[in-house]
């Protein structure tokens, strides 16, 4: 049995630290804020919650095999429900189209739009289907130790779909602009423009309308207190308030952390913090990876997040639903290419309360609304307000009611925010993009290179952003920690 300190109390923390436990070993999460879940952390205020981060649920299949290592169901922990509608997307003023919860019922959404698309639509999803079978089952449950993981027969006779990209596949079967923008919403998730995630990431597709998209009740959270459950039951244990000041190496071997000023000694340290932060936590000889090389990669888009309580029951919204109102180039090129604050920004708002009462008061509405920026711009409170103020406008306009008046109030989540609560790199919020150059074997290691019982966790490692890939992230680690210890 060995002592692992774990740094950080996100997905992929705790799942390692489930499998870690699980193998028999001692594991201690310690997580500098006053609440576990990292990105995933949860806003309560006057009868309102709101997930913080992630609130789209899915790949329900991974979630099922991660509990199921532990002879466990997600409903031991907590109620799914499958959402229909899945989301709206808008368009403009009285112009959205609804994805419900079948791909047949969304065939019939896409020949409203396109007469033939529904077609094109079902030889598309067969190809994502094919595709989510080869990575989602496979491919993302290899460490990203060697290149030749990525080889096999499968992958082999899909190696044209490496080099093209989603975009360019898209806009070979489909022209109607907004079926196109639709099939390109998935790959966002991974954190790069469409034009540059490789086609084979379809699998999305897979995810999006071949499986559907889920609520856990009371929201996310729930899957973060689910998890931590679990953890504690095979005798993690999880610390609060544990600021991680420094990762101490003796004799090429991590040996111990400094934690609120206390040196703490561990077999191994493992940490689900961002790995631009861990490493700044070693001395500079035990670095990997450079200022420039951090500097060169493409992150996810940070956020503007705004968590609003309402007064009233909204008209016009479900669930999950899109703004895609704007030219999504241009706010793109914004966050990728020169980066600034967009002038205008697509966004995407959810409205929990609509399908779960529990997280709003009665005849009350919870609304958290995000607009993706790119990473290290300004954030000044002026700033949240006037972009505040401009959705606001839009929303009232395209959804055809007032909302503004009905505040009761406001949180705003931004840059500055992720830099402070997650020692985040730049105030990204999802991680290092899935771009061809950054996947699997070419993402920053789980294993440091350079000091001996260190590893790393995380959407920046493999296989990268999203909740289900952080699951992934924590077995994967939690297998090569085994395997070094029993070696
Ligand atoms: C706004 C937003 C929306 C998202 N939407 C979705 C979605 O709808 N669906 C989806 O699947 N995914 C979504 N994601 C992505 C998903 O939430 C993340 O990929 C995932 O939660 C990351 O988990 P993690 O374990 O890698 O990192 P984190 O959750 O960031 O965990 C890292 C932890 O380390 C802690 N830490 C950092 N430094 C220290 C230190 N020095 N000492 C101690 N602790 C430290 C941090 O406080 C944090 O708790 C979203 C993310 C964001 C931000």
Not at 21 to 34: C, D, L, P, R
Not at 162 to 168: D, P, R, W
Not at 451 to 480: D, E
Request: net charge negative; glycine share 6%.
């Amino acid at each position: 049995m060995k002592d692992i300190a774990i740094i950080g109390s996100g997905f992929s923390s705790l799942a390692a630290a489930c499998y870690l436990a699980q193998a028999g070993h001692s594991a201690t999460i310690y997580e500098k804020n006053n609440t576990i879940g990292g990105r995933a952390r949860q806003l309560k205020k006057d009868g309102f919650t709101f997930d913080m981060g992630p609130t789209w649920y899915w790949m329900p299949d991974v979630f099922e095999r991660f509990f199921n290592d532990f002879g466990k169901k997600p409903s031991d922990f907590y109620t799914l429900e499958k959402l229909n509608p899945a989301y709206q997307v808008y368009f403009g003023k009285n112009d959205s189209i609804t994805i419900e919860d079948t791909l047949d019922k969304i065939c019939v959404a896409f020949e409203n739009e396109e007469p033939g698309s529904s077609v094109k639509l079902r030889k598309f999803m067969d190809q994502a289907l094919d595709n989510y079978n080869i990575a989602i089952k496979d491919l993302v449950y290899r460490p990203g130790v060697s290149p030749l993981e990525l080889v096999t027969v499968e992958t082999m006779k899909k190696i044209g779909q490496f080099f093209s990209t989603i975009s360019k596949d898209v806009r070979k079967e489909f022209t109607n602009p907004k079926l196109i923008s639709i099939l390109e919403f998935p790959v966002l998730f991974l954190g790069a423009k469409p034009s540059k995630t490789p086609a084979f990431y379809s699998f999305m597709n897979y995810a999006d309308f071949g499986l559907g998209t889920f609520h856990p009740k009371s929201g996310m959270y729930s899957v973060i207190s689910g998890i931590s459950k679990l953890a504690t039951n095979l005798g993690v244990t999880i610390k609060t308030n544990q600021n991680v000041e420094k990762i101490n190496v003796k004799d090429g071997a991590a040996n111990s952390i400094n934690v609120n000023g206390e040196e703490i000694k561990a077999d191994v340290v493992l940490s689900g913090a961002d790995y631009h932060h861990t490493e700044n936590l070693l001395e500079q000889p035990f670095r990997q990876y450079s200022e420039k090389y951090w500097s060169e990669k493409t992150f996810a888009p940070s956020a503007l997040l705004f968590y609003v309580a309402f007064n009233k029951q909204l008209e016009n919204v479900n669930h999950h639903t899109l703004f895609f109102d704007v030219d999504f180039e241009k706010h793109s090129k914004e966050i990728y290419d020169e980066p600034q604050w967009p002038e205008e920004p697509l966004f995407y708002a959810s409205f929990p309360s609509k399908t779960d009462k529990s997280v709003a008061p009665k005849e009350k509405e919870a609304g958290i609304f995000l607009i993706p920026l790119a990473p290290g711009i300004d954030d000044i409170p002026e700033i949240r307000d006037e972009y505040f103020d401009i959705i606001m406008s839009r929303f009232e306009k395209i959804t055809n009611q007032e909302a503004k008046k009905y505040v009761i109030f406001k949180e705003s989540f931004c840059i500055n925010d992720f830099t402070a609560d997650y020692n985040s790199y730049k105030g990204n919020a999802y991680g290092l993009a899935n771009t061809l150059l950054q996947t699997a074997f070419l993402r920053p290691k789980l294993k440091s290179g350079k000091v001996k019982n260190l590893f790393f966790t995380g959407q920046l490692t493999v296989p990268g952003p999203g909740v289900p890939p952080a699951l992934i992230s924590g077995k994967l680690v939690a297998g090569l920690i085994d395997k070094e210890i029993n070696l």
